[in-house]
Nanobody, 115 residues
Framework: VQLVESGGGLVQPGGSLRLSCAASGFRISRYDLSWYRRAPGKERELVAAISTAGGSPNYADSVKGRFTISKDNNEITVYLQMNSLKPEDTAVYHC?????????WGQGTQVTVSS
């Protein structure tokens, strides 16, 4: 049972990346899903979250209007579409799945925004 992120890399300011987080051994439909990030020297920050209860996703103020969290219809992969990237978005991004029984973290993928 694990989560595996991919899609990180180096991008110029104003560019876009799409992060993917694939679940292995469980269905993400039964979990609340989130993306977190940790920048060097900073606390871990919740970036985006989507709940099994439905409703609109939640976003950190710093990414509203630029990032979008979604999941595929096969209930295996959760995505984070990141547009208009800024240098301050540079961080290691982790996906997180949680329900009342268990929770799982991915290993993280590095995103670097630099010219």
């Amino acid at each position: 049972v694990q989560l595996v992120e991919s899609g990180g890399g180096l991008v110029q300011p104003g560019g876009s990346l799409r992060l993917s987080c694939a679940a292995s051994g469980f269905r993400i439909s039964r979990y609340d899903l989130s993306w977190y990030r940790r920048a060097p020297g900073k606390e871990r920050e919740l970036v985006a979250a989507i709940s099994t209860a439905g409703g609109s996703p939640n976003y950190a103020d710093s990414v509203k209007g630029r990032f979008t969290i979604s999941k595929d219809n096969n209930e295996i992969t959760v995505y984070l579409q990141m547009n208009s990237l800024k240098p301050e978005d540079t961080a290691v991004y982790h996906c997180y799945a949680r329900n009342y029984l268990s929770d799982y973290w991915g290993q993280g993928t590095q995103v670097t925004v630099s010219s």
